[in-house]
């Protein structure tokens, strides 16, 4: 169990939401303040971003691959649709304003490390990043609870993630 705010996260309390902003803003500040508020006024009390930094998470071959639903290789994808440092300061700071909990999904070493310095409470680990047991690891380091999602993984491949925050004594939730 742990606490988000006034909010209590374990297996004796109710299901969260997690309204799910990711980079459906398309790297527009205002439509991601406006995601947002559509999300607060709903009722949402937690709303999870996506922190992308492509220079550091992505190999050069992703500049020339090309996903099936884009014209663009996924290295322009994720790089038209990603906040900047100071823009995603600014989300943050909007929703914990407006009384919601900023939260987001690094999926590198620089992500967590900007997510650190916006003292984000707790690390979301995606389907897709939680057997990358180096970034696991990096984020444990960190000492902040994490709420991962299993997705289409086994038990055999999330299970090393587990004893990952065990061994740091982290608090998670998958």
Do not use: W
């Not at 690390?123 to 897709?128: D, L």
Request: aromatic share 8%; glycine share 6%; with cysteine.
């Amino acid at each position: 169990m742990f606490k988000l705010k006034n909010i209590k996260i374990g297996k004796k309390y109710p299901p969260i939401i997690i309204t799910e902003l990711g980079i459906n803003h398309g790297g527009s500040l205002d439509k991601a303040i406006f995601l947002a508020d559509k999300a607060l006024n709903s009722g949402a009390k937690i709303i999870k971003h996506q922190t992308h930094i492509p220079n550091e998470e992505m190999a050069l071959q992703a500049r020339k691959i090309k996903p099936g639903n884009a014209n663009s290789s996924i290295f322009n994808v994720i790089k038209k649709n990603s906040l900047n440092f100071r823009d995603e300061k600014k989300l943050m700071n909007y929703i914990n304003k407006k009384g919601g909990i900023f939260i987001s999904t690094p999926f590198c070493k620089a992500a967590v490390d900007r997510l650190i310095k916006f003292n984000v409470p707790l690390f979301k680990i995606g389907s897709g990043e939680c057997n990358n047991y180096p970034l696991v690891e990096y984020i444990c380091k960190k000492k902040k609870p994490v709420i991962m999602s299993t997705g289409m993984n086994d038990i055999r491949s999330i299970t090393p993630s587990v004893k990952l925050f065990r061994k740091y004594k982290i608090p998670f939730v998958l």
